[in-house]
């Protein structure tokens, strides 16, 4: 992949024909699953197994949900029935795991399913995990007779009702196992033997899917059985944040030698639920998926639907391509270094030669794209470890080889933090005092450079501001000519002003309390290229893309709220200058903007904007949102006076370089004005998805 691939591009290959996906529904999820069948479809999957549990069935309205649910998929996928779980009455124990008082009542279930819904599905597998002591109590069938009699019988029974029979998953693959089901004749009426594979989450000795394949056919040649073998399930648990080891473990589960295999799952499970009958008694069953619970795509999702397989190969190949061998340099940090500020900092830092550690979860769509361009221009330059800023051990990995560290990771949207507060300070201020602790007990502690937020100084309720024309103005007229100082009392409005605050102080602190080398950016609008706006994070760059598209700008209150805005390269001199001079300022905090020289208010830049684009889209208003300050402009001369900083670029010249470079990713064409091309809501979103 090249830089040339962040622009628009055709439809890509999605998985292979032979690959499917596991998911499990509840009776009356009507709405996820038609959202699963959605999802598959942007992945290209055309294959799904899923359960049919005969305890459901017989509960409330359990009939009614198979009836709507079984034709339902068979319509848009391959169907791949696994019939499991003892309804607790007629179980030997009361509980779904249990043997069923009189055996042959599964084979009869199984009769039911093919006589109401045999044309939906040409397989159906005979429990699941049959080994798992949590599938199948085997301590009341200790000899595995009772199993053996119950799914040979209902195999038996299915194959004369013309269906092929899977045998449920091993899990763990099993060669005595397997064997005893020979031994008590249940692979008499067995077509495929199903295996189960989830390395280094429940398979703690894995030793790859070749060679647990092969220990299955060996048991089968000795049989002299002709028996295929399906992976009916393996997944990986990002339990602990680690997205990049779900990407790897997927591209090994697609070489499996097996007829047919099928990935676990699309979504997280919902933390309000258990986990078959354990309430989060495991916590890593709970983070299998490819969505997380709250419906956010994890990185394997957004490189199947938007690259397909070969998107996550290319990632996967330059995240192992950098240089990891021992060395004597130490190297620069930058956590967050595929998103905006980060690409731009990375980009100059390797420029000039540095060694550079770039460590982010990717988790911002489209900051992958990022990577690919810093791997275009500098190969195997870019150390690439992608990871999560709360993965203490590859934190601690990638901060042992540093000499300073620029930590840009964090959640940066205010909405997002009102709407998911936990998340919000599980990563900005957990994920940041992780990193201060593993700093802290490092052997040769790197210098720290923190960037965060005017939002720290609240909504500004005691500067007093006043409208004129198109702008607030504070009414005191120092604050108009210099901006906002440090003294400003801090108050954190807003869950996003209070993760990033408090950590904030805590970086501050540290510097104080354990002589670390430590300083703070209270940083306001930053601009350029590499970022791709969005209503709640980057709004020049979101109000530069939508007036490209010629799609509606929301403007939330009047649209006067004035920010001082500063271009990026000019942030790339202040960061270089500041870890440059980091003994000296070590323990202080500096207001970082444009400062009133490079003030616009949301209508002012809508104006320059229209300059550049000869026309703009639609302007709709909303209501004022939390958090947003009528009036924020930094003052900036504590920094300019101890770095002797200045910024180079005007207001003008810099949205217009955002302005061109955005308009070369969105490939827009020559022979027609943006206008004709861009009217369309829904065009946009297929513009976002490819540069995405």
């Not at 064997?179 to 495929?192: A, C």
């Not at 006076?641 to 302005?659: C, D, M, Q």
Request: hydrophobic letters at 40%.
């Amino acid at each position: 992949m090249s830089a040339e691939q962040l622009k628009i591009r055709p439809a890509v290959q999605k998985l292979p024909d032979h690959c499917g996906i596991v998911e499990w529904f509840r009776p009356g999820e009507y709405a996820r699953v038609d959202r699963v069948l959605a999802d598959l479809k942007k992945i290209g999957v055309r294959r799904l197994r899923t359960g049919i549990s005969w305890a459901d069935w017989h509960g409330r309205s359990g009939e009614k949900w198979y009836e709507w649910l079984i034709p339902r998929i068979a319509a848009q996928v391959e169907f791949l029935p696994c019939v499991l779980y003892t309804p607790p009455s007629i179980g030997e124990e009361n509980k779904t795991s249990a043997p069923p008082r009189r055996l042959q009542d599964y084979a009869d279930f199984v009769d039911i399913l093919i006589s109401r819904f045999g044309e939906h599905f040409d397989y159906i597998e005979l429990w699941n995990e049959p080994n798992n002591l949590s599938e199948w109590d085997w301590t009341l069938d200790v000899h595995w007779t009772k199993f053996g009699e119950m799914i040979g019988g209902a195999a038996y029974w299915a194959r004369q009702r013309g269906k092929k029979t899977v045998l449920g998953g091993m899990s763990p693959v099993d060669g005595q196992w397997l064997s005893r089901m020979f031994e008590l004749g249940v692979m008499d009426h067995i077509d495929v033997v199903g295996i189960h594979g989830f390395p280094d989450i429940f398979d703690y000795t894995w030793k790859g899917w070749e060679r647990t394949i092969a220990l299955t056919h060996e048991v089968l040649r000795e049989r002299n059985s002709s028996c295929e073998i399906w992976v009916t399930e393996a997944g990986f648990s990002t339990w602990q944040h680690d997205e990049r080891k779900q990407m790897r473990v997927f591209l090994e589960f697609l070489e499996a030698p097996a007829t047919r295999i099928y990935w676990y799952g699309i979504d997280d499970l919902d933390p309000a639920l258990a986990a078959v009958d354990r309430f989060h008694l495991d916590e890593r069953e709970y983070y299998f998926g490819l969505r997380k619970a709250d419906g956010v795509p994890k990185l394997l999702f957004r490189l199947l639907e938007h690259g397909g397989v070969e998107g996550v190969r290319a990632l996967d190949a330059i995240a192992g391509s950098g240089k990891r061998r021992p060395s004597p340099e130490k190297a620069v940090l930058v956590t967050g270094g595929a998103g905006f500020i980060g690409t731009n900092v990375v980009d100059r830092l390797l420029a000039e030669g540095e060694r550079v550690i770039v460590y982010d979860n990717l988790s911002r769509p489209g900051v992958e794209k990022n990577l690919l361009w810093l791997h275009d221009k500098y190969g195997d330059q870019l150390d690439i470890r992608i990871a999560d800023i709360r993965n203490t051990q590859l934190l601690e990995q990638a901060v042992a080889e540093s000499k300073h560290v620029y930590h840009f990771a964090a959640q940066v949207a205010v909405t997002t933090s009102v709407d998911n507060p936990s998340m919000d300070f599980e990563i900005n201020a957990s994920g940041t005092f992780g990193l201060l602790e593993t700093i802290r007990k490092a052997a040769e502690p790197p210098s720290l450079l923190y960037t965060s937020t005017n939002k720290v100084y609240g909504g500004i309720a005691d500067v007093a501001v006043e409208r004129n024309s198109y702008r607030y103005e504070p009414v005191e007229t120092s604050l108009r000519k210099n901006g906002l100082h440090e003294q400003l009392p801090l108050d954190f409005l807003s869950p996003y002003g209070c993760s990033k605050g408090s950590v904030d102080q805590y970086v501050l602190d540290y510097s104080r309390s354990y002589g670390l080398s430590t300083a703070v950016f209270r940083m306001s609008c930053i601009y350029g290229p590499h970022q791709f706006g969005t209503e709640d994070q980057g709004w020049v760059a979101h109000f530069a893309i939508r007036t490209l598209c010629s799609c509606p700008i929301t403007l939330y209150g009047d649209g006067c709220q004035v920010r001082d805005i500063l271009f990026v390269e000019d942030l790339v001199d202040a960061l270089e200058r500041a870890r440059q001079i980091m003994p000296r300022i070590s323990g202080q905090a500096f207001n970082i903007g444009g400062g009133p020289e490079r003030s616009v208010s949301l209508v002012e830049l809508l104006q320059l904007l229209q300059k550049l684009n000869g026309t703009l889209p639609q302007i709709r208003y909303g209501e004022w949102r939390t958090g947003d300050q009528r009036y924020y402009v930094s003052d900036t001369r504590k920094f300019r006076e101890a770095a002797g900083w200045t910024p180079r670029f005007s207001v003008e010249e810099g949205v217009a370089k955002l302005y061109q470079w955005l308009a070369s990713m969105l490939n827009l064409p020559r022979q027609s004005s943006p206008a004709a091309w861009y009217q369309e809501e829904k065009y946009l979103s297929s513009v976002m998805e490819a540069i995405r």
